[in-house]
C-alpha cells in the first residue's frame, strides 16, 4: 500500500464513509450560491454563507433565532400548512415559497426545497433555497403590464391581435368579439385562419416584411362571415419576445355607410347639376360654395367667378337688396321663401325668376332660381293679345251700331218715298214719279256700295291670296293707268319714285291699297292748282315703308287715327262710305305691316305710309 493509498479513507469503513459524506455537504454547502440551512425543531443548526448573505445575520445571530423569525405572516401561514403535511408523510420533499425579511429589514422571496435530513445523528430538516425576489419582481412588473395592456387593448375601439411567429399569443376583447372567437380559442390559433383566403397571401407578406403603414383585407369570422377591415401591424418586444401586433378597423360598417353617403351624394349630385332651374349652394355666411351648369347659362357666371363670393353681391340689383337682407333673415331663422322678384345677369340684363330659398341645418342653404323671362313675355302677349282682343271687341260694337245705323239711312229713305209714291199714284198725281224713283234707286245703290264694301273688309281678313314677289313699280304703275283712264278733267301729276323695290306680298291686295291711297290723294285734293301726288320708299333695314303723298286738303292731327275707323268720313257730304282706310289698315296689317298719317295741316297736304317686311321669296 502506497502512501498515497495510506492517506485516501477507506470507504469501505463506516465512519470514514460517513466522514467523508459530511465533508463533502460541507464543501457543497459552503461553496454553492444556493442558500442551504439545517433546521431541527425550529432552530437553524446550520446555515451556509449564501444565507447570512442575504439576511444578514452572522452564523451566531442564526444560531440563536427560530426560523419563524424571519418569516413573513403569510409565509408563516404557507410554512404552517407545509409542517402539517410533513406530520403526515414524514419523508415527504416539499418545495414551496416563502418571503422572509433580512436584518436590515429587506424583504426577499425565497424558493424552498425542504427535505427530512439527519443532523448529528438527530431527525431535521435540510433547506436549500434560491433567491427569487428578482424574480417575482420581474413577474409582477410583468403582471402589471399585462393588466395595464389588458385594459388599454380592451378599451380600444379597435381589434388587437399580437402574434408570434403567425401565431396569436394574445388578442384583446373587441378582437374576439369581433371574430366571434373566445379568448382561449384565439390565442394559440394561425392568424392565417382569420384572414380569407384572397386577402391572405398579403396579410402573410405585410407580417413577414414588418409593414407598418395601414392596409385593407378581409378577415373571416368564426361563423365564416367575411368583413373588410383596415389593417396596421407593428413589430415590438413583448415579454423579452419580438411579436408583432395589428390593430384591425371594421371598415365594413364605415364601407356600407360610405356607399349610401356615396348613393346620396350621387343622386343629389345629378339633381343638382341637370336641374332645370339655376341651383346656388351657399354656406351660413351666404358665401357661394357650389353652382350648376345652369346657373352659368342663366346668369353668365362661371363656377370660378362665383366660388367664396357674396351671393347678393354677384345676383342682386342694387335697388333690390333691402328686398334681399329680409329673405336673408327669412332663412337664417329656419324658413324657405320663395319671392318673385328679378336678378342681375353678369353682362347686366335684369331678368324675371322665381327665388326659393331653402335652408340646410348646419351648413347654409340651396338657391334655386326658375327664369320666369319666358312667362313673363307670354303674359305680356296674352295681356295684348287681350288688349287687342277688346279693341276689337270695342270696334265690331262700333261695327254693330254704325252698320245699322248706316244701313238704316238709305232704307228709311227707301220707305219714305215709297209711302210717297204709293200716296201720289193714289191720288193720281204722277209728275213726281221720275224723282221719287230716282231716290229710291239712289238710295238702294248707297246700300248696295255699303254692302260691297263691308264684305270687301270682311274678306281681307278671311281671305288673302298667296304671297309672290312682285314690282311695286310695275303695281303702282297699273294703279295709275286704271285711275288716269277713269279721270274727266283733272290734270293730277302722279310721280313714282324709280327706286320702288320688289316685294313679297299678296299682289291683289297691296295694289287694292295703292289704289284706295291715290283714289284718295285725288279725291282730297280740295281747289288745287297744282295737283300732285307722290309715291316713294325708304329703305328701313328689315322693312320698306311706301308713302303716298299729296298736295290736297290735309288732315288735322286729332284725326290722324279716327279716319282709318270704320265709316269715318271727315266731311259727310263727299262721297264714299268711309270703309276705304279700314280695308287699307287690315290688309297692311296682315301683311304684319303699320299705317299711319301725317300732314302738315289743312289745307297743307297728307302723306300716308305703311311698312312692309323684307321677305324673300323661295321658288
Ligand atoms: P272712303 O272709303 O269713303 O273713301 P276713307 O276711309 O278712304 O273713306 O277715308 C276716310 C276719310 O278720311 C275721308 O272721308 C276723308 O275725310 C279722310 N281722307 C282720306 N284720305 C284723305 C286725304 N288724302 N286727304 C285728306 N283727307 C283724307
Known amino acids: 500500500?502506497?502512501?498515497?493509498?495510506?492517506?485516501?479513507?477507506?470507504?469501505?469503513?463506516?465512519?470514514?464513509?460517513?466522514?467523508?459524506?459530511?465533508?463533502?455537504?460541507?464543501?457543497?454547502?459552503?461553496?454553492?450560491?444556493?442558500?442551504?440551512?439545517?433546521?431541527?425543531?425550529?432552530?437553524?443548526?446550520?446555515?451556509?454563507?449564501?444565507?447570512?448573505?442575504?439576511?444578514?445575520?452572522?452564523?451566531?445571530?442564526?444560531?440563536?433565532?427560530?426560523?419563524?423569525?424571519?418569516?413573513?405572516?403569510?409565509?408563516?401561514?404557507?410554512?404552517?400548512?407545509?409542517?402539517?403535511?410533513?406530520?403526515?408523510?414524514?419523508?415527504?420533499?416539499?418545495?414551496?415559497?416563502?418571503?422572509?425579511?433580512?436584518?436590515?429589514?429587506?424583504?426577499?422571496?425565497?424558493?424552498?426545497?425542504?427535505?427530512?435530513?439527519?443532523?448529528?445523528?438527530?431527525?431535521?430538516?435540510?433547506?436549500?433555497?434560491?433567491?427569487?425576489?428578482?424574480?417575482?419582481?420581474?413577474?409582477?412588473?410583468?403582471?402589471?403590464?399585462?393588466?395595464?395592456?389588458?385594459?388599454?387593448s380592451d378599451a380600444s375601439f379597435e381589434g388587437i391581435i399580437i402574434s408570434e411567429n403567425g401565431i396569436c399569443i394574445n388578442a384583446n376583447q373587441r378582437a374576439c368579439q369581433f371574430l366571434g372567437y373566445e379568448y382561449e380559442e384565439m390565442v394559440g390559433m394561425p392568424v392565417s385562419a382569420m384572414i380569407s383566403p384572397e386577402s391572405r397571401e398579403t396579410v402573410q407578406r405585410n407580417m413577414v416584411n414588418g409593414y407598418e403603414l395601414p392596409y385593407e383585407a378581409t378577415v373571416v369570422g368564426k361563423d365564416s362571415a367575411l368583413y373588410h377591415v383596415e389593417i396596421q401591424g407593428r413589430m415590438f418586444s413583448y415579454q423579452g419576445r419580438q411579436v408583432r401586433a395589428a390593430s384591425i378597423r371594421n371598415l365594413t360598417f364605415r364601407k356600407e355607410q360610405e356607399l349610401e353617403i356615396e348613393k346620396h351624394t350621387r343622386r343629389f349630385q345629378a339633381l343638382f347639376y341637370n336641374s332645370p332651374?339655376?341651383?346656388?349652394?351657399?354656406?351660413?355666411?351666404?358665401?357661394?360654395?357650389?353652382?350648376?351648369?345652369?346657373?352659368?347659362?342663366?346668369?353668365?357666371?362661371?363656377?370660378?367667378?362665383?366660388?367664396?363670393?357674396?351671393?347678393?353681391?354677384?345676383?342682386?340689383?342694387?335697388?333690390?337688396?333691402?328686398?334681399?337682407?329680409?329673405?336673408?333673415?327669412?332663412?337664417?331663422?329656419?324658413?324657405?321663401?320663395?319671392?318673385?322678384?328679378?336678378?342681375?345677369?353678369?353682362?347686366?340684363?335684369?331678368?324675371?325668376?322665381?327665388?326659393?330659398?331653402?335652408?340646410?341645418?348646419?351648413?347654409?342653404?340651396?338657391?334655386?332660381?326658375?327664369?320666369?323671362?319666358?312667362?313673363?313675355?307670354?303674359?305680356?302677349?296674352?295681356?295684348?293679345?287681350?288688349?287687342?282682343?277688346?279693341?276689337?271687341?270695342?270696334?265690331?260694337?262700333r261695327f254693330t251700331y254704325t252698320v245699322s245705323h248706316d244701313l238704316r239711312s238709305p232704307l228709311i229713305t227707301i220707305k219714305g218715298f215709297a209711302g210717297l209714291l204709293i200716296d201720289n199714284l193714289k191720288r193720281g198725281q204722277l209728275e213726281r214719279l221720275d224723282q221719287d224713283l230716282e231716290r229710291i234707286l239712289n238710295a238702294a245703290n248707297k246700300m248696295d256700295d255699303l254692302l260691297h264694301d263691308l264684305l270687301e273688309l270682311s274678306r281681307v281678313g278671311r281671305l288673302l291670296n298667296p304671297f309672290t314677289q312682285f314690282s311695286m313699280t310695275d303695281l303702282v304703275q297699273e294703279v295709275v293707268e286704271l285711275i288716269t283712264g277713269s279721270m274727266q278733267n283733272k290734270e293730277i301729276e302722279i310721280l313714282v319714285s324709280p327706286a320702288l323695290p320688289d316685294v313679297v306680298a299678296d299682289r291683289a291686295r297691296i295694289f287694292e291699297v295703292m289704289q284706295n291711297l291715290i283714289e284718295n290723294g285725288i279725291k282730297f285734293m280740295g281747289d288745287q292748282t297744282k295737283p300732285c301726288i307722290i309715291v316713294d320708299v325708304y329703305d328701313n333695314n328689315d322693312e320698306f315703308i311706301f308713302s303716298v303723298s299729296d298736295n290736297g286738303i290735309g288732315i288735322e292731327t286729332r284725326y290722324y287715327d279716327t279716319i282709318f275707323g270704320l265709316f269715318e268720313k271727315l266731311n259727310p257730304n263727299v262721297e264714299g262710305t268711309g270703309i276705304g282706310l279700314s280695308i287699307v289698315k287690315r290688309i297692311i296689317e296682315f301683311h304684319q305691316g303699320r299705317i299711319w298719317v301725317e300732314s302738315s295741316g289743312p289745307g297743307r297736304g297728307s302723306t300716308f305710309y305703311f311698312s312692309l317686311p323684307k321677305l324673300y321669296y323661295a321658288n
Open 277 to 397: 332651374d339655376a341651383v346656388v349652394l351657399c354656406d351660413l355666411n351666404l358665401l357661394i360654395s357650389d353652382i350648376n351648369p345652369c346657373f352659368t347659362e342663366l346668369f353668365g357666371y362661371n363656377r370660378q367667378e362665383c366660388l367664396g363670393q357674396p351671393l347678393d353681391q354677384i345676383l342682386v340689383p342694387h335697388d333690390l337688396k333691402h328686398e334681399y337682407d329680409t329673405h336673408v333673415r327669412l332663412v337664417l331663422d329656419g324658413n324657405t321663401s320663395v319671392t318673385e322678384t328679378i336678378r342681375r345677369t353678369k353682362d347686366g340684363r335684369n331678368i324675371n325668376v322665381i327665388v326659393k330659398v331653402i335652408p340646410v341645418e348646419y351648413f347654409g342653404c340651396f338657391v334655386i332660381y326658375s327664369d320666369i323671362s319666358d312667362r313673363k313675355r307670354q303674359e305680356a302677349t296674352i295681356k295684348q293679345q287681350l288688349d287687342e282682343l277688346e279693341k276689337k271687341n270695342a270696334e265690331m260694337e
Open 1 to 152: 500500500m502506497n502512501k498515497e493509498s495510506a492517506n485516501q479513507p477507506d470507504l469501505n469503513n463506516l465512519q470514514d464513509r460517513l466522514a467523508n459524506s459530511n465533508e463533502m455537504f460541507r464543501t457543497l454547502a459552503e461553496n454553492t450560491p444556493a442558500i442551504i440551512y439545517i433546521l431541527q425543531g425550529e432552530r437553524f443548526v446550520y446555515v451556509n454563507p449564501s444565507f447570512i448573505n442575504i439576511s444578514g445575520y452572522s452564523k451566531d445571530e442564526a444560531y440563536q433565532m427560530t426560523f419563524w423569525h424571519f418569516l413573513t405572516p403569510e409565509s408563516q401561514t404557507v410554512t404552517i400548512k407545509n409542517m402539517e403535511l410533513r406530520k403526515e408523510n414524514p419523508n415527504l420533499t416539499l418545495r414551496y415559497e416563502v418571503q422572509a425579511r433580512a436584518k436590515d429589514g429587506q424583504l426577499y422571496w425565497l424558493d424552498l426545497n425542504t427535505s427530512p435530513f439527519t443532523f448529528n445523528g438527530k431527525p431535521a430538516t435540510l433547506v436549500s433555497a434560491f433567491d427569487i425576489t428578482k424574480l417575482k419582481a420581474d413577474e409582477e412588473a410583468l403582471r402589471i403590464s399585462e393588466a395595464r395592456f389588458k385594459a388599454l
